[in-house]
């Protein structure tokens, strides 16, 4: 439920919004997820929060982060953290749970209504929060995957759970192939 003259901004946890899309079988067109919620309300921030890998020659997320950079949405980022499991397999680390935390708080003052593009439950309490500033908070995940991408204290807590695949219509496109050599966009 948006209110044309509410003053609104999304929060999108990158990696998780890409893993939930993915779930779903498309891909997400920046352009048209913008467009969309600037026709629910006053759109007055479009955060996109990411980590990447700094040392990588070419990293595939970065065609994204600087398209989205150059389309109004303004790019949180911060170097991953590439280290090696027990079990010897190289793994990265790149969470932006704290920074896209603190980045909602100060702004929810200024705000009517907030999207935030995550399932992770360690969100639960920031949606507590913003609401007790008067902020709603809506929350963008699937119920439709296998297992579904949203912890369900997160569903309860916020204001209005949008199901990602009804928007699948108004912001997705078929998946791209990847190009030889090309791993996963976000991780």
């Known amino acids: 439920m948006f209110y044309k003259d509410e003053r609104l901004a999304l929060f999108i946890d990158g990696s998780n919004l890409y893993a939930a899309a993915k779930a779903l079988g498309f891909d997400i067109d920046y352009k048209l997820l913008r467009q969309e919620f600037e026709r629910r309300g006053k759109l007055l921030r479009a955060f996109y929060y990411t980590a990447l890998l700094e040392n990588e020659?070419?990293?595939?997320?970065?065609?994204?982060?600087?398209w989205l950079n150059y389309n109004g949405y303004a790019m949180v980022t911060k170097p991953a953290k590439e280290f090696t499991d027990s079990m010897g397999r190289r793994k990265v680390k790149g969470n932006m749970d704290i920074e896209l935390a603190v980045d909602a708080m100060e702004l929810a003052p200024r705000l009517d209504h907030i999207v935030l593009?995550?399932?992770?439950?360690?969100?639960?309490?920031?949606?507590?929060?913003?609401?007790?500033?008067?902020?709603?908070?809506?929350?963008?995940?699937?119920?439709?995957?296998?297992?579904?991408?949203i912890a369900d204290e997160l569903r309860r807590q916020a204001d209005n759970f949008i199901e990602l695949d009804a928007l699948r219509d108004v912001i997705g496109r078929p998946p791209r192939e990847p190009r030889e050599g090309e791993g996963m966009a976000e991780s």
């Open 57 to 66: 020659e070419y990293s595939p997320i970065r065609p994204l982060v600087d």
């Open 117 to 149: 593009f995550s399932g992770d439950g360690d969100f639960r309490p920031l949606v507590e929060a913003l609401q007790r500033q008067g902020c709603r908070v809506s929350v963008v995940s699937t119920i439709r995957s296998q297992p579904p991408m």
